[in-house]
């Protein structure tokens, strides 16, 4: 006779989890609090002091918020950086989607032109800035080999091209990582979905519309965050490739952090751009996850 009972036999199998244990997460949850909430602490902290990086630090409270706030530097760094989401989005989205959608292609000569497109991913900020910033000189540059009226221009003198000038810069630097993540998305599609639109008579376009698009949503998601929120740490190439000039044309908030820290020698003024960066981070990426439904989505794959 079976003396286990049936609340016995549950009581057991309640004692079983699916899956591994929450201590597993235990490394990578103190990994982030040492190396992240710990520093933005350091900096919430800071921001409420002076300090010019060598004498000891005293406590101000919110003047340093006040004082930055209240700089028309801040704002128009602030606006440009803006600027500098909103052009970004609208040149690396259509060009990564549709160069994405043409490498997903099974043909060998795609292979090797995305090969070519992913290059760019080679290379540091720093050196494709110091590239571009000898390509894009008035005095030996681009415009003196080739004879065109068009670039015969000072695009990183000019305060009226240079902002041009640098989303050009970043967006040739950022767009083959984007097209690798919309490859990947649009080779996740199932095929069975394109032929039996085939079978319906539609085209690329209608495919492109009604299935490719619709496929691609949380891939358009993902990258759009990781656009626009990357966007706020654009530093080094702008640092390398104008310095923030000609004037305050290119004086987007990360170098008006490091400028306000390192050149003015203003640490607590450093600390509140710092942590409005931060909020604005945050604040875009969880706009972008409830907005979208991101954080509801299911698995669009055929099957599941």
Same mark, same amino acid.
């Given at each position: @006779?079976?003396?286990t009972?049936? /609340?016995?036999?549950?009581?057991a199998a /309640?004692?079983?989890?699916a899956?591994p244990?929450?201590?597993?997460? !235990?490394?990578a949850?103190?990994?982030?609090?040492?190396?992240?909430?710990v520093?933005l602490?350091?900096?919430?902290?800071?921001?409420? @002091?002076?300090?010019?990086? =060598?004498?000891a630090?005293?406590w101000?409270? !919110?003047?340093?918020?006040? /004082?930055?706030?209240?700089d028309?530097?801040?704002?128009?760094?602030? =606006?440009l950086?803006?600027?500098?989401i909103v052009?970004?989005w609208l040149?690396?989205?259509?060009?990564?989607?549709?160069?994405g959608?043409?490498?997903?292609?099974?043909?060998?000569?795609?292979?090797?032109?995305?090969?070519?497109?992913?290059?760019?991913?080679l290379f540091?900020?720093?050196?494709?800035?110091?590239?571009?910033?000898?390509?894009?000189d008035?005095?030996?540059?681009?415009?003196?080999?080739?004879?065109?009226?068009? =670039?015969s221009r000072?695009?990183?003198?000019?305060?009226?091209l240079?902002l041009a000038a640098?989303v050009?810069?970043?967006?040739?630097?950022?767009i083959p990582?984007?097209?690798?993540l919309?490859?990947a998305?649009?080779?996740?599609?199932?095929?069975?979905l394109?032929?039996?639109?085939m079978i319906?008579g539609?085209?690329?376009?209608?495919?492109?519309?009604?299935?490719?698009?619709?496929q691609?949503? %949380?891939?358009l998601?993902?990258?759009?965050?990781?656009?626009?929120v990357g966007s706020l740490? %654009?530093?080094?190439?702008?640092?390398?490739l104008?310095g923030?000039?000609?004037?305050y044309?290119?004086? =987007?908030?990360?170098?008006d952090?490091?400028?306000?820290?390192?050149s003015?020698?203003? @640490?607590?003024?450093?600390?509140?751009?710092?942590?409005?960066?931060v909020?604005?981070?945050l604040? !875009?990426?969880?706009g972008f996850?409830r907005?979208s439904?991101?954080n509801r @989505?299911?698995s669009?794959?055929?099957?599941?």
């Open positions: @006779m079976n003396n009972s049936p /609340r016995t036999g549950t009581g /309640r004692g079983y989890r899956g244990s929450a201590w597993w997460t !235990l490394p949850l103190a990994f982030f609090v040492v190396f992240a909430l520093p602490a350091g900096v919430a902290v800071l921001s409420l @002091m002076a300090w010019d990086g =060598l004498s630090p005293h101000t409270g !919110l003047r340093n918020w006040t /004082r930055v706030l209240a028309p530097v801040t704002g128009h760094a602030a =606006l950086s803006v600027k500098i052009l970004s040149v690396q989205t259509p060009l990564s989607l549709l160069l959608i043409f490498t997903a292609g099974r043909q060998r000569y795609r292979n090797v032109l995305a090969v070519l497109y992913f290059v760019p991913l540091s900020s720093a050196a494709v800035a110091i590239a571009f910033k000898a390509i894009l008035p005095n030996f540059g681009i415009s003196r080999a080739v004879s065109w009226s068009f =670039l000072d695009w990183l003198g000019d305060p009226q240079v640098v050009f810069v970043i967006a040739w630097q950022f990582f984007h097209t690798l919309y490859q998305g649009v080779r996740q599609i199932p095929a069975s394109y032929e039996a639109s319906d539609a085209g690329p376009v209608q495919q492109f519309r009604w299935i490719t698009l619709p691609l949503k %949380y891939t998601v993902t990258s759009s965050t990781l656009m626009v740490t %654009y530093f080094d190439v702008v640092f390398v104008t923030g000039g000609p004037g044309s290119t004086r =987007l908030l990360p170098l952090m490091y400028l306000t820290g390192f003015a020698n203003d @640490m607590g003024g450093a600390s509140v751009l710092a942590a409005i960066l909020v604005a981070g604040l !875009l990426a969880v996850t907005l439904g991101f @989505m299911q669009q794959q055929e099957g599941l």
